[in-house]
């Protein structure tokens, strides 16, 4: 409690302060009625939080009430500092009084309005296609050209998004892919909660396979149902499995883990297990790896992994949030080596989870296509 406290006064601190105490002096009642706003957000955000998020209620009208405010207050906190900082540089320069501190909150306001409808516009479109080309030097010249789609963190959510998940199929099914992969975190809700905004992946074209592992959020919204789902969909579930594509008479192993919070969720039967990923499997092929979450790299990286594919980072989703989610993760975005063999590249996310925005951090498609050799 006493954490959750510190964090909700230290999100509305540098608003109240910026827009309503720093010189800028308003009238009382102005004041007051700001600061009557911003009290009862933080009383009543931790109780629709809970209401719309909590397994036993998952009432979604709460959830999209309490994920936008939180995005709308945390844009608004972002835009307050800056502001803050503007404001003691202009104070330094010698503009004073009660006009530069109004024009400051004026323009705090303005900018975050404009922040937020740009980063909702940019959260609620089918995503752009990213393109890369990955070297694998145990990849067999059979498969040199390889296809792989990815997608990560759709996060099904309070806010219906079939239309969306349909134009993301219809994008996926223009890429002529050997391979689509879907990283985890798929829905926030359960299989029947979700069913219409997950159906379209039953469409999703590939190939030779498409397959799928469950993210952190799947363990609070059972996780064995949306490996039934998926598999219910057509894709091959990697519940801590994997399964062989061939090509020109070469063969790739594509394996999947369970997400790392798996064993603490007290599911049975699930956990991060990547031996029996790759039992069975012949040592002498290249393998990729699907784990939701970049910082299982290092495990990926002592079993000689050629490429792992992982999302859960959003690229940060809501500027400046990348710089936190860098202190838990190895990588937020992009392509990164890890070891002597292991490539890792990290998604950016398709979807969004929560506030309905992203800022500096834009959704993706991604396209990879593997290439053998070192690239030299």
Request: with cysteine; glycine share 12%; proline share 5%.
């Amino acid at each position: 409690m006493a954490v959750l406290v510190g964090v909700l006064v230290v999100l509305c601190l540098p608003p109240w302060w910026t827009l309503l105490a720093a010189g800028t002096d308003w009238p009382l009642p102005v004041v007051l009625a700001g600061t009557a706003v911003l009290l009862g957000w933080a009383v009543g955000f931790p109780v629709l939080m809970t209401r719309g998020h909590s397994p036993r209620t998952r009432d979604d009208r709460a959830a999209r009430i309490a994920d936008t405010s939180l995005g709308v207050v945390w844009v608004l906190w972002t835009c307050s500092v800056l502001g803050a900082l503007a404001d003691l540089l202009l104070a330094a320069a010698g503009v004073g009084g009660t006009g530069r501190a109004r024009l400051v909150a004026a323009a705090v306001v303005l900018l975050a309005a404009g922040t937020l409808a740009w980063g909702h516009h940019e959260a609620m479109r089918v995503p752009r296609v990213r393109r890369l080309d990955v070297h694998l030097p145990r990849l067999g010249a059979g498969l040199d050209g390889l296809r792989v789609v990815l997608l990560a963190d759709t996060h099904y959510g309070p806010i219906d998004r079939a239309a969306w998940s349909a134009g993301v199929t219809g994008v996926v099914n223009g890429l002529d892919a050997d391979v689509v992969v879907h990283a985890g975190d798929i829905a926030d809700g359960t299989p029947v909660q979700r069913r219409a905004q997950s159906a379209p992946l039953g469409a999703v074209e590939a190939r030779l396979a498409r397959v799928y592992v469950t993210g952190n959020h799947e363990y609070g919204s059972e996780a064995q149902g949306w490996l039934d789902r998926m598999t219910e969909l057509g894709w091959e579930a990697l519940h801590n499995r994997h399964v062989v594509v061939e090509r020109g008479g070469d063969r790739l192993v594509l394996a999947g883990v369970d997400d790392v919070t798996a064993e603490s969720s007290g599911l049975a039967g699930h956990r991060t297990d990547l031996d029996g990923a790759l039992a069975g499997a012949d040592p002498r092929l290249p393998v990729l790896l699907v784990a939701h979450q970049p910082k299982y790299v290092p495990q990926a990286a002592a079993a000689g992994i050629d490429l792992q594919l992982s999302g859960h980072t959003h690229g940060g989703q809501i500027w400046p949030f990348r710089y936190l989610v860098r202190i838990d993760q190895p990588s937020v975005r992009g392509l990164s080596r890890h070891g002597e063999r292991t490539w890792l590249y990290t998604s950016g996310g398709t979807g969004f989870w929560g506030p309905p925005f992203r800022v500096f951090a834009p959704s993706e498609i991604t396209v990879l296509t593997l290439r053998a050799g070192d690239g030299g």
